[in-house]
């Protein structure tokens, strides 16, 4: 199958080997993966911050580019970007035409462990691991996407990989975009009950599927010294 | 006054229009199953109305005709004569069962008297109910029919008497039988198990501004 | 404490942030409120269905508000109940004052209600010479501390049993203990006198059924009872969105609310009051008076996202269920409705002027709209509100930031070059700092995706 991928801007940017490891993975189960090198970003921030309008522009223009591609479905390693995606028809509810083209590219865009599960019904990607680790479910895939079951079937068949379920997994990490600079001091009270949690889990790596997860949890482990890795699924994936 | 609300009311419904077109809207369903309990057939509804009215700290006596309800009577009332809840003074509602009931006993108290007005001076209030809930443990108390307002709630103790074929098995029974009766009463009390609070650090206290001990006595 | 605004939000929750005892107190509340909520809702096999029953009923009545208050207002009044109508907070002080003043009242007793709380009703009454005395235990111990709720349910769930303690030895004379039976016997004796010495009983609403014109009262200790059958005057305040249209309604919502709130299957008594009694020798009130408060609401019916906070019938689930509030409690948002449904509510009750960092103090992660009985969708809501805030209020150096933003994510070229500039500002940004204070930042990238994927 061809698959077009969306790295999210984010991934681009600060966490280059989340975007390798997806790819990685994606061929490894048999997709041809294409990458549109015109892509930036599904306007999340501006929509989330109120400002629909410079949203709406930059929408337009990632519905445009992957709209035009002939892969069968745009994969991100990123549930709340796809979820973003998923808002599309919400952007442009007043404007008939667009909407049209925005619930297309919508119906075609998953998150990748999803798209693992759901759409190519495969449940191990012939990855290993050792050690002991827990998922974080990231807000957005959870809520939005309904992503629960998925990343835990997946991390299951890691060969190595010791799952411990994370108590309160489903707890918020705190990072809520602009949030977690409009208001640190919360999002870090907010952020300090996770690593608690983490902490008392005893493992070597938190998974998620949300690189913007990561970075509010992986800050904050490195800022304590702490041993315990904060890991992409697509990284525990690709590895061999 | 009242029109510029209900004219507020209806511009801005007014406005919404062209966005209520877009929305999903669900509709009620016409029947819809909200009742808590599976009918369990091996239960009656008295056992589960007792059940439900022990979880909340109710408590709950099955008995058969006057004499067998005059004698859960004289013990609960002589039960309580021997903690710091007295029951000397018994303050009943006006339904003449009550009385009845009252004089078959064979109690040593200081004052009966029929829904005084010096309510607050009394230990005990006992009453009938005019129904019950089952699958919540609730009496339900018509004003229209028994002068019980006060007495089921000021006096620390309210014993209730119920007939056990005025159980119903569901809130929406309960709810049905009081709409589709005669004239809806003014004031209707729905009362599952002894007052509570947990405003002080979430710590349950049982007994706050209404009764601290609750008993149903079912006649069966 | 009372003089927190939703203006300084950032600094309330700052200062809650470093209360040690009120977080210590927040955990437990809303923990266990949360578990009870969750095992009551898990063990009604058809608690998704009921909570969309209740949303269809909460819609259809939000529709067509005019005619079911208007129904409402028939039955009540058909049945002996005087039904007042007040516009804002001002009206409605000012026709309950009147009222409590005509009876000569001199001692009003209070039940528990967040409409009285946002009129600010206890003040107006005091100015017009009455003794108010909140009768819910609660309400009743931050009335005497003189503090203002730290939460929907539990409003004073931000003291300890020391303070209480120590609050009844020195305003009521009660010997000091550490028992919590003792000091709630303590508080029903107090206000024993009071109920049977008060000339009116001022109650709020958590229904108003069209059908038969009843109010229906929810509680657990009992005051609500009292409050409303002894005085020969009873007022209850009832905000416009309170109607429902049918008495069977009732099943659904008195399953949804207490189970929502505290988890409990039903809170220990409804009191349901259609009109006043038909004889002046029945038990009860002479007077029902129904003060209906509008205050802002049906400005949200303008719009279905914001009609739908018209829904709510404040069980506070979603305070318990929300992670913003779970670390700052209540206090910090500054005004009577709080955590999720009051960040949506106070912006549109009182308008976005002094109200806008309300909508921004949450991470959207959700858990609000899934525990909702009537599914209010939360976080739409607030990027509603935020759409309408961000141009109107946002800063000149965001809303440039943003032009910038979408210019520099619309040409491949800026992109690029923005990386760059990021690469050598990135520990200097405004925005690095704010995340620096307690986190470490990832670098930017030598490379970025794009980069490597050429090579």
């Known amino acids: 199958?061809?698959?077009?991928?969306?790295?999210?801007?984010?991934?681009?940017?600060?966490?280059?080997?989340?975007?390798?490891?997806?790819?990685?993975?994606?061929?490894?189960?048999?997709?041809?993966?294409?990458?549109?090198?015109?892509?930036?970003?599904?306007?999340?921030?501006?929509?989330?911050?109120?400002?629909?309008?410079?949203?709406?522009?930059?929408?337009?223009?990632?519905?445009?580019?992957?709209?035009?591609?002939?892969?069968?479905?745009?994969?991100?390693?990123?549930?709340?970007?796809?979820?973003?995606?998923?808002?599309?028809?919400?952007?442009?509810?007043?404007d008939p035409a667009w909407l049209e083209r925005a619930k297309a590219v919508a119906a075609k865009t998953h998150e990748l462990s999803s798209f693992l599960i759901r759409v190519l019904k495969v449940e191990n990607v012939g990855a290993s691991w050792n050690g002991r680790l827990t998922w974080h479910d990231a807000c957005h895939g959870l809520r939005d996407l309904n992503i629960k079951s998925e990343p835990r079937t997946l991390i299951r068949n890691v060969r190595g990989a010791e799952f411990v379920e994370l108590e309160h997994a489903d707890a918020c990490c705190g990072f809520g975009g602009t949030f977690s600079v409009k208001y640190p001091e919360i999002s870090v009270a907010i952020l300090d009950q996770k690593i608690e949690a983490i902490e008392r889990a005893g493992v070597q790596a938190v998974v998620s599927g949300d690189a913007s997860c990561l970075m509010q949890i992986g800050g904050r482990l490195s800022r304590n010294g702490s041993k315990v890795r904060a890991m992409h699924l697509a990284e525990l994936l690709a590895s061999k | 006054m009242n029109n510029e609300i209900l004219r507020s009311i209806r511009s801005h419904l007014a406005a919404s229009a062209p966005h209520d077109a877009r929305e999903q809207v669900s509709r009620r369903l016409t029947q819809i199953n909200a009742d808590l309990i599976s009918v369990d057939l091996r239960q009656?509804?008295?056992?589960?109305?007792?059940?439900?009215?022990?979880?909340?700290?109710?408590?709950?006596?099955?008995?058969?005709?006057?004499?067998?309800?005059?004698?859960?009577?004289?013990?609960?009332?002589?039960?309580?004569?021997?903690?710091?809840?007295?029951?000397?003074?018994?303050?009943?509602?006006?339904?003449?069962?009550?009385?009845?009931?009252?004089?078959?006993?064979?109690?040593?108290?200081?004052?009966?008297?029929?829904?005084?007005?010096?309510?607050?001076?009394?230990?005990?209030?006992?009453?009938?109910?005019?129904?019950?809930?089952?699958?919540?443990?609730?009496?339900?108390?018509?004003?229209?029919?028994?002068?019980?307002?006060?007495?089921?709630?000021?006096?620390?103790?309210?014993?209730?008497?119920?007939?056990?074929?005025?159980?119903?098995?569901?809130?929406?029974?309960?709810?049905?039988?009081?709409?589709?009766?005669?004239?809806?009463?003014?004031?209707?009390?729905?009362?599952?198990?002894?007052?509570?609070?947990?405003?002080?650090?979430?710590?349950?206290?049982?007994?706050?501004?209404?009764?601290?001990?609750?008993?149903?006595?079912?006649?069966? | 404490m009372s003089s927190l605004t939703s203006e300084t939000f950032r600094e309330n929750a700052k200062a809650a942030l470093a209360d040690v005892h009120l977080r210590g107190a927040l955990k437990n509340a809303t923990s266990l409120?949360?578990?009870?909520?969750?095992?009551?809702?898990?063990?009604?096999?058809?608690?998704?269905?009921?909570?969309?029953?209740?949303?269809?009923?909460?819609?259809?009545?939000?529709?067509?508000?005019?005619?079911?208050?208007?129904?409402?207002?028939?039955?009540?009044?058909?049945?002996?109940?005087?039904?007042?109508?007040?516009?804002?907070?001002?009206?409605?002080?000012?026709?309950?004052?009147?009222?409590?003043?005509?009876?000569?009242?001199?001692?009003?007793?209070?039940?528990?209600?967040?409409?009285?709380?946002?009129?600010?009703?206890?003040?107006?009454?005091?100015?017009?010479?009455?003794?108010?005395?909140?009768?819910?235990?609660?309400?009743?111990?931050?009335?005497?501390?003189?503090?203002?709720?730290?939460?929907?349910?539990?409003?004073?769930?931000?003291?300890?049993?020391?303070?209480?303690?120590?609050?009844?030895?020195?305003?009521?004379?009660?010997?000091?203990?550490d028992d919590i039976a003792q000091m709630t016997r303590t508080a029903r004796l107090a206000l024993r006198d009071r109920f049977a010495a008060a000339d009116?009983?001022?109650?709020?609403?958590?229904?108003?059924?069209?059908?038969?014109?009843?109010?229906?009262?929810v509680e657990n200790e009992g005051n609500i009872r009292l409050t409303t059958s002894l005085p020969r005057m009873h007022i209850a305040v009832m905000g416009i969105e309170k109607v429902i249209p049918y008495f069977a309604d009732l099943d659904i919502f008195l399953k949804l609310l207490p189970r929502s709130g505290t988890g409990q299957r039903l809170t220990t008594y409804q009191s349901f009051i259609t009109g006043v009694k038909k004889q002046q020798s029945d038990e009860g009130p002479e007077e029902l008076h129904i003060v209906l408060l509008d205050n802002g609401r049906s400005r949200m019916l303008a719009h279905p996202v914001t009609r739908q906070s018209l829904a709510c019938i404040?069980?506070?689930?979603?305070?318990?269920?929300?992670?913003?509030?779970?670390?700052?409690?209540?206090?910090?948002?500054?005004?009577?409705?709080?955590?999720?449904?009051?960040?949506?509510?106070?912006?549109?009750?009182?308008?976005?002027?002094?109200?806008?960092?309300?909508?921004?103090?949450?991470?959207?992660?959700?858990?609000?709209?899934?525990?909702?009985?009537?599914?209010?969708?939360?976080?739409?809501?607030?990027?509603?509100?935020?759409?309408?805030?961000?141009?109107?209020?946002?800063?000149?150096?965001?809303?440039?930031?943003f032009k910038v933003w979408a210019r520099t994510m619309m040409s491949p070229t800026l992109y690029k070059l923005s990386s760059v500039a990021g690469r050598m500002f990135q520990r200097v940004m405004p925005i690095s700092r704010a995340w620096t204070n307690a986190r470490d930042l990832r670098p930017i990238e030598s490379k970025s995706f794009h980069d490597l994927w050429n090579e």
């Not at chain 3, 931050?142 to 769930?157: D, G």
């Not at chain 3, 009116?200 to 009262?217: D, L, M, P, Q, R």
């Open chain 3, 33 to 177: 409120f949360g578990e009870r909520r969750k095992e009551a809702a898990a063990s009604l096999p058809n608690w998704e269905a009921l909570r969309t029953q209740a949303r269809a009923i909460k819609d259809e009545v939000l529709l067509h508000l005019d005619r079911y208050l208007e129904e409402f207002v028939r039955n009540a009044e058909s049945c002996g109940a005087k039904v007042h109508w007040a516009r804002d907070s001002a009206e409605a002080n000012s026709i309950i004052c009147r009222l409590a003043t005509e009876r000569q009242a001199r001692i009003v007793v209070k039940s528990k209600s967040m409409t009285t709380e946002e009129t600010h009703l206890n003040k107006a009454l005091e100015a017009a010479g009455m003794q108010v005395v909140e009768t819910d235990l609660g309400e009743y111990i931050i009335q005497l501390a003189e503090e203002t709720p730290s939460h929907i349910i539990a409003p004073a769930i931000h003291k300890t049993r020391g303070q209480v303690a120590e609050l009844f030895t020195n305003e009521l004379g009660m010997p000091p203990t």
């Open chain 1, 1 to 94: 199958m061809k698959v077009s991928l969306f790295v999210t801007c984010l991934v681009d940017q600060l966490w280059t080997s989340i975007g390798m490891s997806s790819v990685e993975v994606l061929r490894r189960v048999g997709c041809e993966v294409e990458f549109d090198k015109r892509q930036t970003c599904c306007a999340q921030p501006a929509f989330n911050t109120g400002y629909r309008e410079e949203a709406r522009q930059v929408a337009r223009r990632f519905i445009s580019i992957f709209e035009e591609s002939k892969a069968e479905a745009i994969v991100s390693p990123s549930g709340s970007c796809t979820a973003m995606v998923h808002h599309y028809p919400e952007l442009f509810a007043d």
């Open chain 3, 314 to 401: 404040r069980c506070g689930a979603c305070l318990n269920a929300c992670p913003v509030y779970q670390q700052i409690g209540g206090h910090a948002y500054g005004s009577v409705y709080q955590g999720p449904i009051g960040a949506v509510i106070t912006p549109q009750l009182m308008g976005i002027e002094k109200t806008s960092q309300l909508p921004y103090a949450s991470s959207l992660c959700g858990a609000c709209r899934e525990v909702c009985p009537v599914k209010i969708d939360i976080p739409r809501l607030l990027l509603h509100l935020r759409s309408e805030i961000a141009p109107r209020k946002g800063s000149v150096a965001e809303r440039l930031a």
């Open chain 2, 44 to 220: 009656s509804a008295a056992d589960l109305f007792r059940l439900n009215l022990e979880a909340v700290n109710g408590h709950c006596v099955i008995a058969q005709g006057d004499t067998d309800i005059a004698r859960a009577l004289t013990q609960i009332i002589a039960d309580l004569q021997k903690t710091n809840l007295r029951a000397q003074r018994i303050a009943i509602s006006d339904n003449p069962i009550v009385e009845r009931l009252m004089y078959l006993t064979d109690l040593e108290i200081e004052a009966l008297a029929i829904a005084p007005n010096d309510i607050f001076s009394y230990d005990v209030g006992i009453t009938t109910a005019q129904a019950a809930i089952a699958e919540t443990g609730t009496l339900v108390l018509d004003s229209a029919d028994e002068r019980h307002r006060l007495v089921s709630l000021v006096p620390p103790v309210h014993i209730a008497i119920v007939d056990a074929s005025r159980i119903c098995e569901t809130l929406g029974e309960a709810l049905s039988l009081l709409r589709n009766g005669k004239e809806l009463s003014r004031a209707v009390t729905f009362v599952t198990g002894p007052s509570r609070t947990a405003d002080i650090e979430l710590t349950l206290t049982v007994g706050v501004h209404g009764p601290q001990e609750l008993y149903v006595i079912i006649n069966r």
């Open chain 3, 200 to 217: 009116v009983g001022i109650s709020g609403v958590n229904f108003g059924v069209a059908e038969t014109g009843t109010i229906v009262i």
